[in-house]
């Protein structure tokens, strides 16, 4: 991704091929991640995802009407 900026592509997301990356970058980029029509998301750890409808959850917000495949081996916790 670093690579990418440094060829002049502001927005590392912006490419032909797959892009895998680590939460934290997207998150941090996550104006860049709202510009791209994504074909799929996959999530991992997908727990993070938990609170979708609050608006300070940048990447649920950037990622909205997007395909996504959420995954996790947290398991959920809820009380009744």
Same mark, same amino acid.
Not at 11 to 26: G, K, L
Not at 28 to 52: F, G, S, T
Not at 53 to 78: C, D, F, S
């Given at each position: 991704?670093?690579?990418?900026?440094?060829?002049?592509?502001?927005?590392?997301?912006?490419?032909?091929?797959?892009?895998?990356?680590?939460?934290?970058?997207? &998150?941090? %980029?996550?104006?860049?991640? %709202?510009?791209v029509r994504?074909?799929?998301?996959?999530?991992?750890?997908?727990? &993070?995802? &938990?609170?979708?409808?609050?608006?300070?959850? &940048?990447?649920?917000?950037?990622?909205?009407?997007?395909?996504?495949?959420?995954?996790?081996?947290?398991?959920?916790?809820?009380?009744?």
């Amino acid at each position: 991704m670093n690579q990418t900026i440094k060829q002049g592509n502001l927005n590392p997301f912006e490419q032909a091929n797959i892009v895998i990356c680590p939460y934290h970058f997207a &998150r941090a %980029k996550d104006v860049y991640v %709202k510009q791209v029509r994504w074909d799929w998301v996959i999530v991992d750890e997908a727990h &993070r995802l &938990r609170n979708v409808y609050k608006p300070t959850n &940048r990447i649920a917000n950037a990622i909205v009407g997007t395909p996504k495949v959420l995954l996790t081996a947290t398991p959920l916790q809820n009380s009744i």
